[in-house]
């Protein structure tokens, strides 16, 4: 029997992913996970335990801004949606990540 | 911007949660909807659910640390705890915050003068580029000369300070006034209220524009500013008032009087102004920035031998030799007089804290041995030994700081106090505050002891004391060894304290019981400035007129005048005429500075001084050789032990004013001296001042060269019920002499006495309090002991130990460490002393007496602080006590 790992994320990346996901609009905590998990096919599993801490620290760093609106069961949730500054920490976080990616993959490809 | 957000979220903090519980929830509801919708039983959907979302506290946690320092909530949680348990332990905190506010208020308030009159910078713009030129006042030329040649000045200020009777706007009034020189106001920022301050023009004309301060202003004028352009007549000339100086201005104490109430321009009479025998100036300049003190020194070092070639005369010591030129800082200048005394005072008041601090230690130990269990329980449930030294120094430093800020309380209040109290004028007092930096002062201070104080028992939080602890509830550990040392610290600081005080206290009685010279029960003393109005031979009649009435008022007994009156005290700085040097005919000439004192008929029997010879008789002769009564110091130097009567002495050079002088003698030159009386042991200045060479010369020889006049009368009663007679008098011959300043002789022997009698004082209340102190904490440390030893005194009363071996050997034990105590507070004790000693008159910094008092009142403290707690322990139960683990 194996045991099905989800794989942990690099580091640094979480607030990435969920500046990338509220990006195209409001989202909740539950759709930010569920977004993530579909768009890559499973690969990227964002923990409660962690995601709800890194939007705390996305809000308290001013790029996520809360509001309250209803879920799709009709009950009271929290949206969040991207400030000016969370657009500017995405395209920055973007960039060094690029940057990162890039750099990695051409020491893996001279080796 | 993050600030503010965590502020708000700590505002909300309560909303906030339950929002993040919310959404919690709401997440676990999607998700288990979603669960059922891929076709799980609602029950299992649940239960994967709530898996999935972990720990919730971890979370919640988590994303509060995001918001708080962890270190932050941590702080508040001990503080929050640290409130609780002072609260339970009222007796406790109570004693601390006591103890340390009464430390932290006494320092403070002893900090917050030196801070005022030492520390704090002057305010004056480049305050620490001025200086002061020491040794005396100096002469006009001089200090024309060295503002020709000393290149490391950049500005220059001088003063003439005098006394002077204003008429003409009410009644007569005495005011101190201050002519200045052209750059004086801009040297130490003055800026006018009304008007304007001095410029160029001013000091052209003769010098008949005034400026009022600004307290002269508001108290004499009622601040109003129409009196620019008024006129009145001071020193019996007219002037014009041109301005108000602002009332932010602060005097530079001993460049002008303190208070200056009006400002003239520095215009000198020519003769005067090119005169090396008025030494009238107060010099002070400004260096120029990038000139240290030191490279000055050097400059004047050099100036100061050219000077006297280029002219002996200005510049010379009076003995073929240059003068020195001496600077100093003027801040040190300033504060020079006081600066010992308070130091030595914050030393003491610091030595007070140490004890109130070892008292803490003391309580805190106590404490921390009744806590073990509470500790020994925390530790077991996992708490760290740092986490909980941190709890224990939490607790204590939130007790610090109440006792800081109580201890400011108590400095505000200390301040205002002291300096009501501080006999005579302290230099700077307007600056003193308790103010930012002071608070500053008192904070560190409460938070350096209240660290070492909750160190002390976090220090003992070993594994084996927390594993005994937890066993049988209290700690047994260490029986007490920091308790013995504590006892030991506070005897040997209180010990400092006392023979300190001690000290000062014999030194001052040794004051009180000097015999002044004379008699001065029933003497009074009316004090007059006569001023420029009164020509020469017209103070000579003006003097001559009141004694004539005064002597025919009832009651009366004799009456005199002089240039000087015994214990009239001229601030540092002696009023008379000195002369350098003197010799017996066909003798080798003496070194000696002598004081010439102008005196009137009748003097010594007025004041009731005996002199062996002759006294002045109204018909003194005016022609050389003139009569004079010296003092016996002076006649033993001069003659040995021959007999002085009848013999004759020559001054050597001609008469060096370098004291506060108005003129010199005008018989200077050669004149000879014939001794008819010799006067001994008569305290002129003060009965701690020494004796000095004395020559009292009849007045008129001087031919009324004088601008301040005594008028000395002895009374058959009490002289104060004549005050008002002898007021009248005056006022007969001239009412436009302002007579205001009329008092008895004790009344100035009391004077001379308050500064010793405050020093003292304050000394000895400093002692009191710090044998309060030890006192208690002996007791406290004591009790402790003997509590912790409550088992082994069982057993020894089982053994047959009786009530009084017990005591005798706890009395024993306490006797042993005062003992110690004593040794190492002697060695304190007698560094102490040599630092006093320029305090001292008459005690030896060693003396005996002080040392054994001090010390037997601490021996029988230590022994009465152990009594209670020792028969205590001797009536200890022998079952009870063996019982108690």
């Not at chain 2, 007679?725 to 011959?733: G, L, N, P, S, T």
Request: proline share 6%.
């Amino acid at each position: 029997m194996t045991i099905e790992r989800t794989p942990d994320l690099l580091p640094g990346t979480l607030d990435l992913l969920v500046l990338k996901a509220v990006a195209r609009g409001p989202m909740h905590g539950y759709g930010i996970a569920q977004h993530l998990k579909q768009i890559s096919d499973n690969v990227l599993q964002v923990g409660e335990s962690s995601l709800y801490p890194a939007l705390q620290r996305l809000m308290l760093n001013g790029h996520l801004k809360p509001e309250w609106g209803l879920s799709e069961n009709n009950r009271r949730a929290r949206f969040y949606t991207l400030t000016a500054s969370g657009r500017k920490q995405l395209a920055a976080e973007r960039a060094e990540f690029d940057r990162m990616i890039f750099a990695i993959q051409r020491v893996l490809a001279t080796a | 911007m993050k600030l503010l957000r965590r502020i708000a979220w700590w505002w909300n903090r309560n909303s906030e949660a339950r929002a993040l519980a919310d959404e919690l929830a709401e997440h676990e509801a999607l998700k288990q909807a979603e669960l059922v919708r891929q076709g799980l039983s609602p029950a299992a959907a649940a239960r994967t659910a709530r898996r999935a979302m972990g720990n919730a506290t971890w979370m919640r946690e988590e994303s509060r640390a995001v918001w708080i320092w962890p270190w932050l909530e941590r702080l508040g949680q001990d503080i929050r705890y640290a409130v609780r348990s002072a609260r339970k332990a009222p007796a406790y905190s109570l004693g601390v915050i006591g103890i340390t506010a009464l430390g932290i208020g006494a320092a403070t308030t002893v900090f917050s003068v030196v801070d005022g009159v030492l520390l704090r910078p002057l305010p004056y713009p480049g305050g620490e580029r001025l200086v002061y030129f020491d040794n005396g006042s100096h002469s006009p030329p001089r200090f024309r000369d060295w503002q020709r040649q000393i290149r490391s000045a950049e500005r220059w200020a001088a003063s003439w300070r005098e006394s002077q009777d204003m008429v003409g706007a009410g009644p007569p009034q005495r005011l101190m006034t201050a002519r200045v020189s052209p750059q004086f106001f801009e040297v130490f920022g003055g800026r006018p209220a009304a008007g304007r301050l001095f410029t160029a023009g001013d000091y052209e004309g003769d010098g008949s524009q005034v400026v009022l301060s600004g307290l002269f202003w508001r108290t004499r004028f009622g601040a109003d500013p129409a009196v620019v352009g008024r006129r009145f007549n001071i020193g019996g000339r007219g002037v014009e008032v041109i301005g108000v100086l602002d009332d932010r201005f602060v005097e530079p104490d001993k460049v002008v009087p303190r208070p200056t109430q009006v400002w003239r321009p520095l215009v000198l009479p020519a003769a005067i102004a090119a005169d090396h025998h008025y030494s009238i100036l107060e010099v002070a300049a400004r260096l120029k920035p990038g000139v240290s003190l030191a490279e000055a020194r050097a400059e004047l070092a050099r100036v100061a031998p050219e000077l006297f070639r280029q002219n002996p005369a200005v510049h010379g010591n009076g003995e073929g030799g240059p003068e020195p030129i001496v600077i100093l800082p003027l801040k040190q200048a300033i504060g020079g007089r006081v600066d010992r005394p308070l130091w030595i005072l914050l030393g003491a008041v610091s030595l007070m804290l140490l004890i109130a601090c070892a008292n803490v230690v003391n309580l805190n130990l106590a404490r921390g041995a009744d806590r073990a269990r509470e500790l020994a329980v925390r530790a077991s449930l996992g708490a760290g030994r740092g986490r909980l030294a941190i709890q224990l120094v939490t607790e204590s430093v939130t007790l610090g700081l109440v006792a800081g800020a109580a201890g400011l309380g108590l400095a505000y209040l200390g301040v205002r106090g002291l300096s009501a109290l501080y006999p005579g004028d302290l230099p700077r007092a307007a600056e003193i505050a308790v103010d930012a930096r002071v608070a500053v002062f008192a904070v560190l201070v409460a938070i350096l002891i209240a660290t070492a104080a909750g160190l002390a028992p976090a220090l003992r939080l070993k594994s084996r004391w927390l594993n005994e602890a937890i066993k049988t509830g209290s700690a047994q550990a260490g029986r007490g060894r920091s308790h013995n040392s504590l006892v030991i610290a506070e005897v040997a600081l209180a010990l400092m304290l006392l023979v300190g005080s001690a000290l000062l206290f014999r030194s001052f009685l040794a004051i009180v019981n000097v015999a002044p010279g004379f008699t001065p029960q029933s003497v009074g003393v009316a004090n007059l400035v006569l001023g420029d109005r009164f020509k020469p031979e017209q103070r000579i009649a003006f003097a001559e007129a009141v004694i004539r009435r005064i002597r025919a008022i009832p009651g009366i007994v004799d009456a005199s005048t002089g240039v000087v009156a015994p214990m009239a005290r001229f601030g540092n700085s002696r009023c008379c005429w000195g002369e350098r040097g003197a010799k017996v005919e066909d003798g080798a000439r003496i070194d000696a500075r002598l004081m010439l004192h102008p005196i009137g008929a009748r003097y010594f029997e007025t004041i009731g001084a005996s002199v062996k010879g002759a006294t002045f008789s109204d018909e003194a002769t005016l022609a050389p050789p003139y009569p004079v009564v010296i003092s016996a110091n002076l006649a033993a130097k001069l003659f040995g032990a021959a007999n002085p009567l009848g013999r004759r002495i020559l001054t050597g050079t001609a008469a060096r004013a370098d004291l506060k002088v108005t003129s010199p003698p005008a018989a200077s030159g050669d004149p000879s001296w014939v001794v008819q009386g010799v006067v001994s042991g008569l305290h002129l200045f003060g009965l701690d001042q020494d004796v000095d060479d004395e020559v009292f010369v009849p007045y008129r020889q001087l031919g009324g060269d004088f601008d301040e006049i005594k008028l000395l009368f002895r009374t058959a009663g009490a002289p104060a019920a004549l005050i008002p007679a002898v007021r009248a008098a005056i006022a007969e011959v001239d009412p436009t002499v302002p007579a205001d300043d009329i008092v008895t002789m004790p009344a100035q022997v009391r004077r001379t006495l308050a500064e010793p009698r405050f020093y003292s004082t304050l000394m000895a209340s400093f002692g009191l309090l710090a044998l309060i102190l030890a006192a208690a904490g002996m007791y406290a440390s004591m009790l402790y002991i003997v509590r912790q030893r409550s088992r082994e005194m069982g057993i020894r009363v089982a053994l047959g130990a009786r009530p009084a071996d017990i005591a005798r050997m706890v009395v024993g034990g306490a006797g042993r460490l005062a003992l110690i105590g004593l040794v190492i507070g002697g060695f304190g004790a007698v560094a102490l002393g040599n630092v006093l000693r320029s305090l001292l008159f008459g005690v030896s910094p060693l003396d005996p007496v002080a040392f054994g008092t001090a010390g037997l009142v601490l021996v029988v403290t230590a022994l009465a602080a152990a009594y209670l707690p020792a028969r205590r322990a001797g009536r200890a139960d022998p079952l009870t006590a063996i019982r108690t683990d």
